[in-house]
């Protein structure tokens, strides 16, 4: 009867453990890394020759240490060299990254997405925005894999996108199209835009060190990223944090889904901009726009920020009592809305939260800025070379 883990399954699990370190703190020392990784000095070298021989960290002394005596070797990730694609497919763009080791973005395209554009029109796109990467691929070069960001209900288990309510997309197979269309044998992983977005703040982001965060996305419609005890709660099916569709006003708005009354009908772009009688106008430039007139007095505009503002407050007060997160995060369109309306939701959310959840959740906005789902698309692509780093370098 077998006890335990393998010899073998140990050092993989450490490697793995090594190299998810330096993957998301960067250099740091191999004494530094004793401490971390709660493993003595000799299996830390020979960890680290591993990886090094493997072409996926490299060694050398620190720059600077200002102690006496002989200084500890700094452990670095080959960001160069060992890197993912990335791409985030919003409303009206299309983003695509070479994200390297340590999450560095290396090279980067960006190209307007027209809002009819179907997947099929869309896979070449992105295709043909990796073909003018990989030209500046230094030789001998890892890639890992592909992660892809996309605004919609993604099925875990491969990555179809069921629903995508504010692109138009239905059962969409863009993981296994996007593999085809780029002609390499590479593991190709999508996700929510939300979720990984999420995933990158809490790794390197503003929410590193926290456990249990909210991140709120918005471009057309909304969504959330959760992180609950350190861990993306996305469902059982990958589905979970489609916030803006709670109904909050019973026979209210039409939305996109095809509901009636949902949350981001009160708080989302088409919302906020029929608030403010400007239905015509589309984008986050005419937010932009609503925010800057509300700014300057503009009595219709900041109505209709003042009216988004506290149903933004309302439904955060909701997220906040049910999930009792450390912090709440407001990225893409939220942000805008949140920084331009932050008195009406911090007054929404004091008066609807309850006072134990209050205590200790902070507001905040994403330190990655817009790169957060292009980074978050590349963890993904990456969770596979820090699980078994030897077997999939």
Request: hydrophobic share 40%; proline share 4%; net charge negative.
């Amino acid at each position: 009867m077998r006890v335990g883990p393998s010899q073998d399954e140990i050092r993989r699990q450490n490697l793995g453990a090594l190299l998810r370190h330096v993957h998301v703190h960067g250099a740091t020392s191999r004494a530094e890394l004793t401490t971390a990784l709660g493993l003595n000095r000799s299996t830390i070298g020979a960890l680290t020759a591993d990886l090094a021989g493997a072409g996926l960290v490299s060694e050398g002394t620190p720059k600077e240490t200002g102690r006496a005596g002989r200084p500890s070797l700094v452990v670095r990730p080959e960001s160069a060299r060992v890197y993912a694609y990335a791409y985030s497919i919003e409303v009206d763009r299309l983003r695509a990254a070479r994200v390297g080791l340590g999450g560095e973005v290396l090279d980067r395209r960006e190209l307007d997405r027209p809002r009819d554009l179907d997947a099929g029109e869309t896979v070449p796109m992105l295709a043909g925005a990796l073909k003018q990467m990989r030209e500046r691929v230094p030789p001998e070069s890892i890639c890992v894999g592909a992660g892809v960001a996309v605004c919609g209900m993604v099925r875990k288990a491969d990555g179809l996108v069921r629903l995508g309510p504010t692109t138009g997309w239905v059962d969409e197979p863009i993981g296994a199209a996007l593999a085809v269309e780029l002609g390499v044998e590479l593991p190709v992983t999508v996700g929510n835009v939300a979720d990984v977005a999420a995933f990158a703040e809490h790794a390197r982001g503003v929410a590193a060190g926290c456990d249990n965060v909210i991140y709120l996305y918005g471009d057309v419609g909304v969504g959330a990223g959760i992180i609950a005890g350190g861990r993306r709660l996305t469902g059982h099916g990958g589905y979970g944090g489609e916030v803006g569709h709670m109904v909050v006003v019973r026979d209210g708005t039409p939305c996109e889904c095809g509901s009636r009354g949902c949350w981001e009908t009160q708080i989302g772009e088409y919302g906020l901009l029929r608030a403010a009688g400007r239905s015509d106008a589309r984008g986050r430039d005419a937010l932009l726009a609503v925010f800057d007139a509300a700014d300057r007095g503009d009595a219709r505009a900041q109505t209709a920020v003042r009216h988004a503002g506290d149903w933004l407050g309302f439904g955060v007060a909701n997220l906040v009592n049910i999930f009792n997160p450390e912090m709440v995060i407001f990225g893409g369109t939220m942000r805008d809305l949140y920084l331009a309306a932050a008195a009406q939701v911090r007054s929404r959310l004091n008066e609807t939260g309850l006072p134990a959840c209050l205590e200790h959740v902070r507001l905040r906005t994403p330190k990655l800025g817009d790169d957060a789902a292009l980074i978050g698309a590349a963890e993904l692509a990456f969770e596979r070379l820090l699980a078994d780093p030897l077997d999939a370098a």
